[in-house]
Structures are given as structure tokens and as C-alpha cells.
């Protein structure tokens, strides 16, 4: 390729990080793959740029390879007075396919994206129509594996299954050597990151995108999102992400129709 399209295409990724963060663009960016990183890598380090600078500008870029991974199995649980959660996702933040194609590079996560189509019961009785005062909500949590464990291999049935706190699923992890990453909140240890809550009352599903990046300054979280700190930098090669569907109290419901993650890798 030549050195004339690479800089177009870096050019291309500058401009994108300028866009303001809710804009539709970023949903459809150019995605370069890893010959395409090491091409830019090269033409830049052939303009004696020390190699700091060079990975700064491809950061700065977001010149990053990305895998995506999507689902639209409906899931819709429904609560009592106690939590309800149901997994709606479950899957590798480095998947072997992607490690291959980095050819023994050392990668890190450098930024997660998901756009999630949710919405909750469609009505309520406490005067919060249209608000974020929910009881409907989208959590995340990373999976570990303990030593040289591997896939923790849940079947459809324990995917299928409902929990009441998210932590019930230790129970199935910890024989297969996984464990669920904790981190410290203002409550104290937890297990999860709020991903998105659901718009109260809202009749039809409702498009959330949220952005979660090592660059604080790339943050986008829409109304009712959480702002994921600290889940980029707890990340390890090995780790397992799950997205669950929660709500609680007589009457409230989640359901998740459609979600997408995508994994945003640097060098």
C-alpha cells in the first residue's frame, strides 16, 4: 500500500478522534488490521520519529485493530423484590484468533465499545417516566482464569440461567479454577461495572452507546451509563467479559435485544 493511502488513513483517524463523541461516524471508522499498523509503524519510523512518538500517533489515531463480537438473542428477565440476573453475554477480551494475528506481538485493551438496543417494562407507578431512576439496568463483569485454566465452558443451560447476585456464579467457576475480578467502589468490593440503565417506561427498545478507554478524555456514556473506571486497566490476556441483564422490585423488567462489543487493541 502506498505511503500516500497510509497517511490519508491516519489522517482519516485523526479527524475521526476530533468528531464530537456521540456522532454516528465513529459507529463506522476505518479499522485497520495489523499489516496495516506495522506499514504505518514503518512509515512513520522512516521519518526518524523515535518510537514513542510513533505509538503516540497511532494512539492518538485510534489506528487500533478491532475484533467485534455481536449478539440479538433476546434476553428479558423479571424481578421481584430480591436482584434478578441473567447473562445476555459472555465471551474473550483477547480472543486466539486475534492473538495469532498479532504474530507474537505483545497487545494491550485500549479501549471497549458497546452499543446496546434495551429497553425495560415500557411503564411504571413512581412518577419517573423518561428519567434514569430505574430499576432496570445492564451490568459487566471480568472472568479470570486461575492458573492455566481455559475456557470456563459454560453451557447453554448456565447461560440460560437466572441468578439473584451476580456472584452465585462462583459457584459454577470456581471448580473449573475461574474466578470474578473485584473492584473497590464507594460500597465497598464489587463485581460488576454499571454498563447502561434502561430509560424508565420506554415503549420501544432505545440505542445506548457507551465507550470505555484507557484516555479518560474518550469516556462516552450516554444518561444512565457508567463511566467504567478502572475496568480497562484491571484487564489481562486470559480474561473472559459477561454482560448481564439485571433489575429488581415487583414489576421490573430488562430486556437486552440486541448487543455489540467491540475491542479496540494497541502496541
Known sequence: MSLIRHLKRLVYGLSEYALSPGSSEEHHHYTPDYD????????????KLPTELVLDILDRARYWPCAHFVTRNRKSVKSGMNIVSEI???GPVFPPSVLESFQGEKVKLKEISWYIMSKDQGWTSEG???????????????????????????SAVELARTFGEVTELMDILSPRGWTMVPHQTDDGLSHTWRL???????????????????????????DGAGNGKGFI???????????????????WCCEVHELEMALFYGF
Open 36 to 47: 496495516d499498523v506495522r506499514a504505518a509503524r514503518t512509515i512513520l519510523q522512516s521519518l
Open 233 to 251: 486497566d484491571l484487564i489481562q490476556e486470559g480474561d473472559r467479559v459477561v454482560v448481564w441483564a439485571r433489575c429488581q422490585y415487583p414489576g
Open 128 to 154: 419517573t417516566e423518561g428519567t434514569f431512576q430505574t430499576h432496570s439496568w445492564t451490568d459487566v463483569s471480568i472472568l479470570r482464569p486461575l492458573g492455566d485454566s481455559r475456557d470456563p465452558c459454560l
Open 88 to 90: 445476555c453475554f459472555e
Open 196 to 222: 447502561q440503565g434502561n430509560r424508565v417506561a420506554g415503549q420501544n427498545p432505545e440505542s445506548y452507546h457507551i465507550t470505555w478507554s484507557q484516555d479518560e478524555n474518550r469516556v462516552i456514556a450516554d
